[in-house]
């Protein structure tokens, strides 16, 4: 009895240790070195810290769709192990960044022009939404379901996202659930509807 009793003990003692590690690492992991070098290249000069790739958007005409231009790990490889990253957002009239999430990443938005209708959903459902103006930083917490849109009718709007992980990673909510193999009897079920209006959604998207 006794002995059950403390083994018990030592189990939860592990467990509770085990939170408190996830909670502890729940960034990217931490290195051991100073940075990270590709593989097979023994040394970098400054050229490897600078990510020139953002260049061309200064100055130039919107775009004629929502458009993001990230500067993460995979286009900026000096960013593995420094936990991370940028987006560069630009919303023309009356565009939409869908619903999506970051797995591994909050979000902090910069408005640098326009205004931008913002809004994410706790794990409550609890909406939050924001009119953000010129100026206005937001934060959309790591993992929620969230987007940005941009209500005004002639103007462009232009934000700058910085990340807490070299790389956030973005799940889109239409585009995973409606534009993968998830078999459409699955998602009528799931929506509560049926197989002719999933297809119509599926559509739309393909
Ligand atoms: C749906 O998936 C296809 C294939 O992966 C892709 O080309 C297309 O852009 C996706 N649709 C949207 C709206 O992103």
Known sequence: M?????????LLAL?????????????????????VLPLGVPSVDASYFTFSGLRGLVGAPPPEKFKV??????EFPALNG?????????YPAGSVNPVHTHPRSAELLFLMSGTLE??????????????????????????????????????CAWGISAFGSANA???????????????DNILAKSFKTDIITIQKIKAGLA
């Open 69 to 74: 231009t990230k500067a993460a790990m995979t």
């Open 169 to 183: 990673g973005t799940v889109s909510v239409p585009n995973s659930v409606f534009n993968t193999s998830i078999p």
């Open 118 to 155: 913002v809004g994410f959903i706790d794990t409550t459902n609890k909406i939050f939404t924001q009119t953000l103006q010129i100026g206005d930083v937001f934060v959309f917490p790591k993992g929620l379901v969230h987007y940005q849109y941009n209500a005004d009718a002639e103007n």
């Open 2 to 10: 006794e002995s059950k009793t403390s083994s018990c003990i030592v």
């Open 82 to 90: 420094q936990s991370v990253s940028y987006a560069i957002l630009q």
């Open 15 to 35: 467990a509770t240790s085990l939170v408190i590690f996830q909670m502890a690492s729940a960034g990217d992991p931490d290195i051991l070195t100073d940075f």
